[in-house]
Protein backbone atom coordinates (compact mmCIF):
# COMPACT_ATOMS: atom_id res chain seq x y z
CA UNK A 1 0.00 0.00 0.00
CA UNK A 2 3.13 2.30 0.91
CA UNK A 3 4.58 1.70 -2.67
CA UNK A 4 0.72 2.54 -4.40
CA UNK A 5 0.77 5.73 -2.68
CA UNK A 6 4.60 6.26 -2.70
CA UNK A 7 3.70 6.33 -6.70
CA UNK A 8 1.15 8.45 -6.76
CA UNK A 9 2.90 10.61 -4.76
CA UNK A 10 5.95 11.43 -6.80
CA UNK A 11 3.91 12.20 -9.64
CA UNK A 12 1.84 14.50 -7.90
CA UNK A 13 3.16 18.10 -9.40
CA UNK A 14 3.67 20.30 -6.30
CA UNK A 15 0.60 23.06 -7.12
CA UNK A 16 -1.47 20.40 -8.35
CA UNK A 17 -4.19 20.87 -6.21
CA UNK A 18 -4.15 24.69 -7.39
CA UNK A 19 -4.78 23.84 -10.58
CA UNK A 20 -7.87 23.93 -12.51
CA UNK A 21 -10.51 20.79 -12.33
CA UNK A 22 -12.55 22.61 -15.25
CA UNK A 23 -11.58 24.71 -17.73
CA UNK A 24 -13.82 27.00 -19.57
CA UNK A 25 -13.12 25.50 -22.70
CA UNK A 26 -14.67 21.93 -21.08
CA UNK A 27 -17.58 23.24 -20.32
CA UNK A 28 -18.06 24.38 -23.74
CA UNK A 29 -17.32 21.53 -25.32
CA UNK A 30 -19.69 19.86 -23.43
CA UNK A 31 -22.54 22.41 -24.02
CA UNK A 32 -21.84 22.52 -27.84
CA UNK A 33 -22.25 18.35 -28.06
CA UNK A 34 -25.39 18.48 -25.54
CA UNK A 35 -27.21 21.60 -26.97
CA UNK A 36 -26.23 20.72 -30.49
CA UNK A 37 -28.02 17.46 -30.18
CA UNK A 38 -30.65 18.85 -28.59
CA UNK A 39 -31.51 21.55 -31.11
CA UNK A 40 -30.96 19.08 -34.14
CA UNK A 41 -33.82 16.60 -32.43
CA UNK A 42 -35.52 19.86 -31.99
CA UNK A 43 -35.44 20.89 -35.55
CA UNK A 44 -36.69 17.38 -36.81
CA UNK A 45 -39.39 16.86 -35.11
CA UNK A 46 -40.56 20.55 -35.62
CA UNK A 47 -39.82 19.60 -39.19
CA UNK A 48 -42.45 17.03 -39.35
CA UNK A 49 -44.89 19.66 -37.65
CA UNK A 50 -44.66 21.56 -39.79
CA UNK A 51 -44.94 19.15 -43.19
CA UNK A 52 -47.14 16.73 -41.94
CA UNK A 53 -48.06 15.67 -45.44
CA UNK A 54 -44.66 14.64 -46.05
CA UNK A 55 -43.17 11.02 -46.27
CA UNK A 56 -40.53 10.30 -43.59
CA UNK A 57 -37.92 10.12 -46.30
CA UNK A 58 -39.09 13.49 -47.53
CA UNK A 59 -38.83 15.54 -44.40
CA UNK A 60 -34.86 14.32 -44.29
CA UNK A 61 -34.08 14.88 -47.50
CA UNK A 62 -35.88 18.42 -46.65
CA UNK A 63 -32.97 18.15 -43.37
CA UNK A 64 -30.25 17.12 -45.23
CA UNK A 65 -30.61 19.68 -47.74
CA UNK A 66 -30.81 22.63 -44.91
CA UNK A 67 -27.76 20.88 -43.92
CA UNK A 68 -26.00 21.29 -47.00
CA UNK A 69 -27.58 25.18 -47.03
CA UNK A 70 -25.37 25.40 -43.91
CA UNK A 71 -28.06 24.62 -41.11
CA UNK A 72 -25.41 23.12 -38.87
CA UNK A 73 -22.52 25.57 -39.19
CA UNK A 74 -25.44 28.37 -38.19
CA UNK A 75 -26.52 26.25 -35.46
CA UNK A 76 -23.12 25.56 -34.43
CA UNK A 77 -21.97 29.42 -34.52
CA UNK A 78 -25.57 30.61 -32.75
CA UNK A 79 -24.67 28.14 -29.78
CA UNK A 80 -21.51 29.42 -29.60
CA UNK A 81 -22.42 33.15 -29.77
CA UNK A 82 -25.14 32.17 -26.99
CA UNK A 83 -22.60 30.57 -24.42
CA UNK A 84 -20.45 34.07 -25.47
CA UNK A 85 -22.71 36.66 -24.94
CA UNK A 86 -24.23 35.14 -22.21
CA UNK A 87 -21.11 35.29 -19.76
CA UNK A 88 -20.54 39.04 -20.60
CA UNK A 89 -24.20 39.69 -19.79
CA UNK A 90 -24.74 37.61 -16.90
CA UNK A 91 -21.47 39.03 -15.52
CA UNK A 92 -19.52 35.83 -16.07
CA UNK A 93 -15.85 37.25 -16.00
CA UNK A 94 -14.18 34.31 -15.19
CA UNK A 95 -15.17 32.61 -18.31
CA UNK A 96 -16.46 29.17 -16.36
CA UNK A 97 -19.81 28.39 -14.93
CA UNK A 98 -20.44 27.85 -11.25
CA UNK A 99 -23.37 26.35 -11.59
CA UNK A 100 -26.02 24.32 -13.76
CA UNK A 101 -28.10 27.79 -13.26
CA UNK A 102 -25.71 29.94 -14.45
CA UNK A 103 -24.46 27.98 -17.69
CA UNK A 104 -28.75 28.02 -18.32
CA UNK A 105 -29.02 32.05 -18.21
CA UNK A 106 -26.27 32.74 -20.18
CA UNK A 107 -27.51 30.20 -22.68
CA UNK A 108 -31.10 32.08 -22.42
CA UNK A 109 -29.79 35.59 -22.73
CA UNK A 110 -27.31 35.33 -24.94
CA UNK A 111 -30.40 35.13 -27.51
CA UNK A 112 -29.62 31.50 -29.05
CA UNK A 113 -33.34 31.46 -30.44
CA UNK A 114 -32.62 34.43 -31.91
CA UNK A 115 -29.42 32.72 -33.35
CA UNK A 116 -30.98 29.84 -34.44
CA UNK A 117 -33.97 31.68 -36.23
CA UNK A 118 -31.28 33.45 -38.14
CA UNK A 119 -29.54 30.44 -38.89
CA UNK A 120 -32.87 28.97 -40.15
CA UNK A 121 -33.87 31.74 -42.26
CA UNK A 122 -30.13 31.84 -44.36
CA UNK A 123 -30.19 27.85 -45.02
CA UNK A 124 -33.80 27.81 -46.25
CA UNK A 125 -32.43 31.13 -48.78
CA UNK A 126 -29.53 29.26 -49.66
CA UNK A 127 -31.26 26.02 -50.42
CA UNK A 128 -34.15 27.41 -52.47
CA UNK A 129 -31.87 29.64 -54.69
CA UNK A 130 -29.99 26.36 -55.54
CA UNK A 131 -33.43 24.67 -56.01
CA UNK A 132 -32.28 21.91 -53.67
CA UNK A 133 -35.78 22.67 -51.91
CA UNK A 134 -39.07 24.08 -53.75
CA UNK A 135 -39.92 27.06 -53.34
CA UNK A 136 -43.84 25.87 -52.00
CA UNK A 137 -42.12 23.90 -49.08
CA UNK A 138 -39.93 27.03 -47.87
CA UNK A 139 -42.53 28.99 -47.82
CA UNK A 140 -44.51 26.15 -45.84
CA UNK A 141 -41.18 25.98 -43.55
CA UNK A 142 -41.00 29.68 -42.96
CA UNK A 143 -44.34 30.30 -41.85
CA UNK A 144 -43.94 27.20 -39.70
CA UNK A 145 -40.75 28.64 -38.78
CA UNK A 146 -42.32 29.92 -34.69
CA UNK A 147 -43.16 26.03 -34.32
CA UNK A 148 -40.06 24.98 -35.13
CA UNK A 149 -38.07 27.34 -32.38
CA UNK A 150 -40.68 27.33 -29.87
CA UNK A 151 -39.72 23.41 -29.87
CA UNK A 152 -35.76 24.34 -30.07
CA UNK A 153 -36.96 26.19 -26.77
CA UNK A 154 -38.74 23.74 -25.04
CA UNK A 155 -36.17 21.47 -25.65
CA UNK A 156 -33.11 23.38 -24.34
CA UNK A 157 -35.09 23.94 -21.25
CA UNK A 158 -35.70 20.17 -20.92
CA UNK A 159 -32.01 19.84 -21.00
CA UNK A 160 -31.36 22.01 -18.35
CA UNK A 161 -33.94 20.79 -16.48
CA UNK A 162 -31.93 17.26 -17.08
CA UNK A 163 -29.26 18.65 -16.09
CA UNK A 164 -30.31 20.00 -12.46
CA UNK A 165 -31.94 16.02 -11.86
CA UNK A 166 -29.01 14.94 -12.76
CA UNK A 167 -26.77 17.12 -10.13
CA UNK A 168 -29.54 15.99 -7.84
CA UNK A 169 -28.83 12.31 -8.11
CA UNK A 170 -25.06 12.87 -8.46
CA UNK A 171 -25.77 13.98 -4.71
CA UNK A 172 -27.75 11.36 -3.66
CA UNK A 173 -25.03 8.72 -4.74
CA UNK A 174 -22.82 10.92 -3.31
CA UNK A 175 -24.51 10.28 0.07
CA UNK A 176 -24.93 6.65 -0.15
CA UNK A 177 -21.26 6.71 -0.93
CA UNK A 178 -20.46 8.36 2.18
CA UNK A 179 -23.26 6.43 4.24
CA UNK A 180 -21.39 3.07 2.97
CA UNK A 181 -18.21 4.34 3.95
CA UNK A 182 -19.94 5.00 7.64
CA UNK A 183 -20.51 1.06 7.10
CA UNK A 184 -17.14 0.21 6.16
CA UNK A 185 -19.42 -1.76 3.17
CA UNK A 186 -17.45 -2.08 0.05
CA UNK A 187 -19.99 -3.35 -1.92
CA UNK A 188 -22.45 -0.66 -1.43
CA UNK A 189 -19.39 1.51 -2.05
CA UNK A 190 -18.77 0.16 -5.33
CA UNK A 191 -21.91 -0.19 -6.69
CA UNK A 192 -22.45 3.63 -5.91
CA UNK A 193 -19.06 4.94 -6.91
CA UNK A 194 -19.86 3.09 -10.57
CA UNK A 195 -23.96 5.21 -10.42
CA UNK A 196 -21.39 8.06 -9.83
CA UNK A 197 -19.31 7.67 -12.47
CA UNK A 198 -22.18 7.37 -15.05
CA UNK A 199 -23.52 10.42 -13.77
CA UNK A 200 -20.72 12.26 -14.56
CA UNK A 201 -20.55 11.72 -17.77
CA UNK A 202 -24.03 13.48 -18.38
CA UNK A 203 -23.88 16.78 -16.64
CA UNK A 204 -21.70 20.00 -17.07
CA UNK A 205 -18.31 19.71 -15.95
CA UNK A 206 -18.41 21.92 -12.76
CA UNK A 207 -15.32 22.56 -10.43
CA UNK A 208 -17.36 21.78 -7.36
CA UNK A 209 -19.02 19.01 -8.62
CA UNK A 210 -15.74 17.23 -9.93
CA UNK A 211 -13.44 18.26 -6.67
CA UNK A 212 -16.18 16.42 -4.52
CA UNK A 213 -16.50 13.41 -7.06
CA UNK A 214 -13.06 13.21 -7.21
CA UNK A 215 -12.49 12.92 -3.20
CA UNK A 216 -14.83 9.86 -3.61
CA UNK A 217 -12.75 8.35 -6.33
CA UNK A 218 -9.73 8.82 -4.78
CA UNK A 219 -10.63 7.15 -1.76
CA UNK A 220 -12.31 4.21 -3.08
CA UNK A 221 -9.15 3.57 -5.34
CA UNK A 222 -7.10 4.00 -2.07
CA UNK A 223 -9.18 1.32 0.33
CA UNK A 224 -9.77 -0.77 -3.31
CA UNK A 225 -5.81 -0.85 -3.29
CA UNK A 226 -5.19 -1.28 0.33
CA UNK A 227 -7.03 -5.26 -0.45
CA UNK A 228 -10.54 -3.44 0.39
CA UNK A 229 -9.22 -3.05 3.90
CA UNK A 230 -10.38 0.26 5.53
CA UNK A 231 -7.53 0.53 7.98
CA UNK A 232 -5.96 3.64 6.18
CA UNK A 233 -3.88 5.93 7.94
CA UNK A 234 -4.68 9.63 8.31
CA UNK A 235 -1.76 10.52 5.77
CA UNK A 236 -3.44 8.35 3.11
CA UNK A 237 -7.12 10.12 3.84
CA UNK A 238 -5.02 12.81 4.01
CA UNK A 239 -3.72 12.11 0.42
CA UNK A 240 -7.46 11.43 -1.16
CA UNK A 241 -7.93 15.21 -0.65
CA UNK A 242 -4.43 16.48 -1.98
CA UNK A 243 -4.67 14.33 -5.01
CA UNK A 244 -7.53 15.78 -5.95
Known amino acids: MEEILGEKNNTLEPDRELKELVTSQEQKN???TSLGKVVNTAVDLGLRWVLPDFVESQVIDVKNSLIRGGLKEGIDKAIDSAIELGKSITGIFTGKFENVSQAQNAIKNGGIIDGISNALDSALSFTSKQGWIPKEVTSIIKQGKNVILDNVSNNIETEFVSQLNSIEKLGKYENNWRKYY???NFEGMEREYQKIKDKLKEVLPIEQTLKQAREIEN??????????EFNLTQEQLALA???T
Open 182 to 184: QLQ
Open 241 to 243: GIL
Open 219 to 228: LHLLIKNNGK
Open 30 to 32: FLD
